[in-house]
């Protein structure tokens, strides 16, 4: 049997919340001519690549497990503790470059530690993952990169915080559909400042 009508669900959600996202956080953004365009360029081509990954592990836990409404698994999100990263620095009405890029980049790196915290997931979603935690780790790595050009880097990396416990395969499932459902909306809002940057 396809799997194609039970994979539309998961995208149209998808959408809903994306969409939803983009207008709770559509405060204009000042320009940034210090930032290279080849950097915004090189970012925007990272988020994309990261959308299409988290998309497609998405319609995977859909089609294999039935876990198509994120919204479902709300109180579940609360009980493991998964946390938001919200790019509010990029979003304000005085936006800091500085805080603005050690935003991206701490929210980067808080999706690696939840990524990691799914690992073992199923052996048919471990590729999809993997694929997504590296090209997560590329695009903070671009991130950082460009912080230490323009000779903003803290002197630190940040550190992980404490992760989520998943305690049964169930829970590391659902996990999966609640981190990639606040990953692509972090990346809708991502996808959006860095595009207007590149435009200013």
Do not use: N
């Not at 970012?43 to 876990?67: F, H, M």
């Not at 919204?71 to 609360?78: D, P």
């Not at 997560?136 to 803290?154: R, S």
């Amino acid at each position: 049997m396809s799997p194609e009508p039970a994979l539309s669900p998961a995208l149209q959600l998808l959408l809903w919340h994306s969409a939803l996202w983009t207008v709770q956080e559509a405060t204009p953004l000042g320009p940034a001519s210090s930032l290279p365009q080849s950097f915004l360029l090189k970012c925007l081509e990272q988020v994309r690549k990261i959308q299409g990954d988290g998309a497609a592990l998405q319609e995977k836990l859909c089609a294999t497990y039935k876990l198509c409404h994120p919204e479902e698994l709300v109180l579940l999100r609360h009980s493991l503790g998964i946390p938001w990263a919200p790019l509010s620095s990029c979003s304000s009405q005085a936006p800091q470059l500085t805080g603005c890029l050690s935003q991206l980049h701490s929210s980067l790196f808080l999706y690696q530690g939840l990524l990691q915290a799914l690992e073992g997931i199923s052996p048919e979603l471990g590729p999809t993952l993997d694929t997504l935690q590296l090209d997560i780790a590329d695009f903070a790595t671009t991130i950082w990169q460009q912080m230490e050009d323009l000779g903003m880097a803290p002197a630190l990396q940040p550190t992980q915080g404490a992760m989520p416990a998943f305690t049964s395969a169930f829970q590391r499932r659902a996990g999966g559909v609640l981190v990639a459902s606040h990953l692509q909306r972090f990346l809708e809002l991502a996808y959006r400042v860095l595009r207007h940057l590149a435009q200013s």
